[in-house]
């Protein structure tokens, strides 16, 4: 394609064999480590204080190594994992439904569409049920059963009840849980928190991520922190299309900064498009509201039977309604994944039978559990979810079916890292949904919070330990370093040049346009002619950002057009390069659905010959990017056509 060049395959050398059950923990008994009078000598950087930096930071610092530990927003408890709602997962078989570590590494294979590894996705699986076990000693306050033992539910793409939670509010009790531990540090001097401060920029020295280039959002003083290595944690991108159930700061800053500098960029095409949430009302909004999959538990999904039927719901027989999830996959059901929900939702409203003003909805109903398990059984669930609905719709989900319709979730894709989640740079670590990772080309619900908690918990700490032993002692480095100051050059130089553009349209004009062109040609379905049309017009409208961009004030404070300005910057780039990986993937996998590509029923059609690899993409300057090859290989969960029926 004349969009790219191929480089050499890549291939993840961290990676152990043996017994895949085996394989963790011969690992970390093989992996050195570092005794407990050096650590205190040694610093680390973590980016980010969501589910998966403030743990990993809570946990180096208890470990005796010096952490600093950024986060934008004002206090590192508002990271964007706060609003996560639904679960976690782990396999703790206390349903005794028939659970294991093996059913639920099957479980995420699987429902990866065969795109992730199997070393990676064993040692979630293991580690999960340390993760319940630990939150519980920090006091999470998980549901309970009648009995005293913690209470389950199920997420799409199981068959069992394996997802623990917190009423709709499980991401803000597993952060006050690791806020709490890292807080300890801080209280200890053993954290450094810096809140308010965005990084901007990676420093290497001879090769190694040694440092970040920061500004303090508030004073816009930029400065350059060095330490012996550095951990991203910076969250996923889904706010490249604008509209996401994604906090609104998420942005890509830290991982594209990463890549600009090396850090090669894995599968940046795979988007999670999560089937229930609030629909799209108008062009005034700036963001979109997730109603829990949780609620697919109770609710049934449904359409009516005629085109254009505009009765209210209620006024609809049971016989003229389509109950379309239960009608395709009887299995699964309500509860089959996410890519497949959203696609099936899409199809319905595409042969003309969405409900609500715009046509782009479906009914998540819960009158028939309402009167099987009682309005309070209900409320007690999910009552914080069904509370939510009412206040933005005006509508009584208790009374009347939620409208609900897929929106942009999650992002797959991130940093390319090995087993030990080191990226393509020495030193630098990526861990939760800032790298690629674990979840193929479709997360399963409730796993991206087990996965930032493994990662920041259990993995990294080992790994990083690895890392900073076998380099033996590295040179101390300070800001007056070369490459340092080159690094802060460059921050200064773009803050600069963003504030002379001086031009006629807003950072949010420049956003949103952008977002619709992703969303209308890189969103729920791809195809060759749209994402060329896409590349183009990003191309077209990244050079106008430069000419047209007005970024009121100065750089000297708390200046929130200048800090958007650098993030839509990145989102402009990363999303050609989401395109260009979507285009040249000639197939369909979990969330990437190729038109071109699918079977006589309309599923995603794999192949696997051409395709069974992770894109790893580095960044070259000149516009067209490498693309290295990670070939994946399936000893235990064989490749088949995902099947839910
Ligand atoms: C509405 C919603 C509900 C969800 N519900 C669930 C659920 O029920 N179960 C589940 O498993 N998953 C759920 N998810 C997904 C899950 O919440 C996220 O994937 C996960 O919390 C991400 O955690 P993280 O630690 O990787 O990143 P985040 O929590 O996004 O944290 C990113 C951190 O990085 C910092 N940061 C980023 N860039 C910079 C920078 N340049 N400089 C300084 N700091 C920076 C931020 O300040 C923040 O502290 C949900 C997601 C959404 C949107």
């Known amino acids: 394609?004349?969009?790219?060049?191929?480089?050499?395959?890549?291939?993840?050398?961290?990676?152990?064999?043996?017994?895949?059950?085996?394989?963790?923990?011969?690992?970390?008994?093989?992996?050195?480590?570092?005794?407990?009078?050096?650590?205190?000598?040694?610093?680390?950087?973590?980016?980010?204080?969501?589910?998966?930096?403030?743990?990993?930071?809570?946990?180096?610092?208890?470990?005796?190594?010096?952490?600093?530990?950024?986060?934008?927003?004002?206090?590192?408890?508002?990271?964007?994992?706060?609003?996560?709602?639904?679960?976690?997962?782990?396999?703790?078989?206390?349903?005794?439904?028939?659970?294991?570590?093996?059913?639920?590494?099957?479980?995420?294979?699987?429902?990866?569409?065969?795109?992730?590894?199997e070393s990676n996705v064993h040692r979630l699986a293991e580690v999960s049920v340390n993760i319940i076990d630990q939150c519980v000693a920090q006091g999470v306050p998980f549901a309970r059963e009648y009995g005293g033992l913690l209470d389950t539910r199920s997420f799409g793409g199981a068959q069992v009840q394996r997802t623990f939670y917190a009423r709709g509010q499980t991401g803000q009790q597993l952060l006050l849980g690791a806020y709490q531990a890292l807080e300890r540090q801080i209280g200890l001097g053993n954290v450094e928190m810096n809140a308010r401060h965005e990084m901007l920029e990676l420093v290497l020295v001879d090769g190694r991520a040694r440092g970040i280039v920061v500004r303090d959002m508030v004073t816009g003083e930029i400065s350059t922190e060095m330490?012996?290595?550095?951990?991203?944690?910076?969250?996923?991108?889904?706010?490249?299309?604008?509209?996401?159930?994604?906090?609104?700061g998420c942005n890509v800053t830290a991982s594209w900064r990463a890549h600009r500098k090396g850090a090669y960029f894995a599968n940046p095409c795979y988007t999670q498009i999560h089937p229930t949430c609030i629909p799209v009302s108008g062009d005034h909004?700036?963001?979109?509201?997730?109603?829990?999959?949780?609620?697919?538990?109770?609710?049934?999904?449904?359409?009516?039977k005629a085109k254009g039927d505009q009765r209210s719901p209620r006024e609809i027989p049971e016989d003229e309604r389509d109950y379309y999830l239960e009608r395709i996959y009887p299995s699964f059901?309500?509860?089959?994944?996410?890519?497949?929900?959203?696609?099936?939702?899409?199809?319905?409203?595409?042969?003309?039978?969405?409900?609500?003003?715009?046509?782009?909805?479906?009914?998540?109903?819960?009158?028939?559990?309402?009167?099987?398990?009682?309005?309070?059984?209900?409320?007690?669930?999910?009552?914080?979810?069904?509370?939510?609905?009412?206040?933005?719709?005006?509508?009584?989900?208790y009374?009347?079916?939620?409208?609900?319709?897929?929106?942009?979730?999650?992002?797959?894709?991130?940093?390319?890292?090995?087993?030990?989640?080191?990226?393509?740079?020495?030193?630098?670590?990526v861990i939760g949904e800032a790298n690629f990772s674990d979840h193929g080309a479709n997360r399963l619900g409730a796993s991206a919070l087990m996965q930032g908690l493994a990662d920041g918990y259990f993995v990294l700490p080992?790994?990083?330990?690895?890392?900073?032993?076998?380099?033996?002692?590295?040179?101390?480095?300070?800001?007056?370093?070369?490459?340092?100051?080159?690094?802060?050059?460059?921050v200064e130089d773009r803050i600069k040049r963003l504030l002379a553009i001086n031009g006629d349209r807003t950072v949010d004009s420049f956003h949103r346009e952008l977002g619709q062109i992703m969303w209308e040609h890189c969103g729920m379905e791809r195809s060759e002619a749209g994402l060329r049309k896409a590349i183009d017009e990003i191309r077209a409208l990244r050079e106008q950002f430069w000419q047209r961009v007005r970024v009121p004030g100065d750089g000297e404070g708390l200046n929130q057009s200048l800090e958007k300005a650098g993030r839509?910057?990145?989102?402009?780039?990363?999303?050609?390069?989401?395109?260009?990986?979507?285009?040249?993937?000639?197939?369909?996998?979990?969330?990437?659905?190729?038109?071109?590509?699918?079977?006589?029923?309309?599923e995603a059609q794999r192949d696997d010959d051409r395709f069974a690899y992770v894109a790893a993409w580095e960044y070259t300057g000149t516009g067209e990017p490498v693309l290295h090859k990670e070939d994946l290989t399936f000893e235990y969960v064989h490749p088949t056509q995902r099947s839910y029926k």
């Not at 003003?357 to 009682?374: K, M, Q, S």
């Open 333 to 397: 059901g309500n509860l089959v994944p996410r890519d497949i929900a959203s696609r099936a939702a899409k199809n319905v409203c595409d042969s003309g039978r969405g409900v609500g003003p715009t046509g782009l909805g479906v009914y998540l109903d819960f009158a028939d559990a309402i009167n099987r398990l009682g309005r309070k059984a209900i409320e007690a669930k999910y009552g914080n979810l069904f509370e939510m609905y009412e206040r933005i719709t005006g509508e009584d989900p």
């Open 462 to 490: 080992n790994t990083l330990a690895n890392y900073l032993a076998s380099s033996g002692p590295l040179d101390k480095v300070d800001a007056s370093h070369p490459e340092a100051v080159a690094a802060r050059t460059e």
């Open 568 to 602: 839509v910057a990145d989102f402009f780039e990363l999303a050609e390069l989401m395109c260009i990986d979507a285009l040249h993937r000639e197939e369909s996998c979990g969330g990437h659905f190729r038109a071109e590509h699918q079977t006589p029923d309309g």
């Open 285 to 304: 909004q700036s963001k979109l509201t997730l109603m829990s999959e949780s609620l697919r538990n109770d609710g049934r999904v449904w359409v009516p």
């Open 399 to 429: 009374e009347v079916p939620m409208r609900i319709y897929p929106a942009v979730h999650y992002t797959m894709g991130g940093l390319w890292v090995d087993y030990d989640l080191q990226s393509s740079i020495p030193g630098l670590f």
């Open 1 to 117: 394609m004349d969009l790219y060049t191929e480089g050499d395959p890549i291939a993840d050398t961290r990676a152990p064999d043996g017994p895949v059950e085996t394989r963790w923990e011969r690992h970390r008994f093989e992996m050195k480590l570092v005794n407990p009078a050096n650590r205190r000598k040694m610093t680390v950087i973590v980016v980010g204080t969501g589910l998966a930096g403030g743990s990993a930071a809570a946990t180096l610092a208890e470990q005796g190594y010096q952490v600093r530990s950024y986060c934008y927003q004002d206090s590192p408890r508002r990271a964007h994992s706060i609003a996560a709602q639904g679960g976690i997962n782990a396999a703790k078989n206390y349903r005794n439904d028939g659970d294991s570590v093996h059913r639920l590494f099957y479980d995420t294979v699987k429902g990866g569409d065969f795109r992730s590894r």
């Open 227 to 248: 330490a012996d290595a550095v951990v991203l944690a910076s969250g996923g991108y889904g706010n490249v299309f604008y509209l996401s159930t994604n906090a609104k």
